[in-house]
């Protein structure tokens, strides 16, 4: 009897329970909510439509996987930009070794930075389409005033179009290498390779119109060109007409004639043998005054003039073995359609005069202190002849 009665509760039982509806429509259990208005068994909430504080009907909160190294904190996305950007800075540190001289440094400059000004304009300009495809408030001066701005949408929607962030990065990173890593700006060698002279510095120049105008008198010449010929004694036709004074003094310097370089400059006391220290050239603008030739006809020396203390003085000379070759060339060609009978500068040295015409650069130890001349005078550059026009 005991058994037939324990069956017929059982019985008794899942009847009730297949009657009664589930208090969750979610997970459908029949437990009881008591006061609470969410099931307690998946956290369903029946106002929300939605469940709360339960992650999965049982019961068991879901675990997230969580990144097991540092390559898997960073997306693949990043580690594309990342890659770009060393990849970028290798790039300039590349081409700032393998560049052997300045021009092919210059070059490289210009051509990284323009490359990389080109990838971040493109990049930054896209991103600009995408953001006013998306949203009225963007205007055509926004891609200048509100460069950050634009962005937003793209950043949004990652990683989905990162190629125009890593574009614009990697753009950007080359042409701040080109000048911060590669820094090849060296003027100088562009002007040499395309053929462009710069002009002398002020200082020169002024010395040189100053020391023209000191041969003005009452009566002088009425503009710059006649001022020079003037007190540089005019060209040899104007010579072979002057006074009979002056044919006198040409016999005299002619009788000279026999140095064929300028005077050697004072050596100064040798020194005890030390380690020489490096003392830095300095460069200087001069304007050429006159030169020495070989039987030949090959320049020996070209003598100097330079500013100091705002006077034209003779300044030195420089062999004409220092001088580059095609340099030479050219001025022995040059040098003598520009002849004249006397100095631009006060001198005692014996050479062939020129007129005031033909300026370079030269580099230098400094002046001297008793005669004011450049110290082993260097050649540099040939600047822009002076225009008397």
Known sequence: MPDTKQDTDQLLQQFQQSQAKPTCSECGTYEPWGLSSWC?????????????????????????PQPQTIWELIPAWGWVLGVGTLASIGVSIWGRFYSEDPGQLCLWTIT??????????????????????RSADFGI????????????PAIRRFPEGAWKLDLAVWGLTLVVGAFAIVGGFEFNSLFKDWGVKKTANVNLLASVVDQAKSAEGEGGADNLEDALNDF????EEEGAASSEKAKAAAAAAAAQAAVSAPEEEPKPEPEPVVEPETVPLLEYDCLLVGYSALPNGTIDAVLLAS???????????????????????????????????????KTSQVATWIK????????????TDTTHRLIKPQFVSVLQEISLD
């Open 40 to 64: 307690p068994q998946c956290g369903f909430y029946p106002k929300l439509g939605k469940c709360v504080g339960h992650s999965d009907v049982d019961g068991q909160p879901l675990e997230q």
């Open 112 to 133: 990284q930075a323009t490359a990389g000004l080109m990838m971040f304009l493109i990049g930054h300009f896209i991103a600009y389409l995408n953001a006013v495809s």
């Open 141 to 152: 001066l926004s891609i200048i005033v509100t460069p950050f701005k634009i962005w937003r």
């Open 232 to 235: 540089a004694g005019g060209t």
């Open 307 to 345: 500013s100091y203390n705002k006077h034209l003085v003779y300044a030195g000379y420089i062999r004409g073995s220092e001088l580059p070759e095609e340099v030479r060339q050219e001025w022995q060609k040059r040098l003598p359609k520009l002849k004249q009978q006397k100095p631009f500068v």
């Open 356 to 367: 005031p015409r033909i300026t370079l650069k030269v580099s230098s130890e400094g002046w």
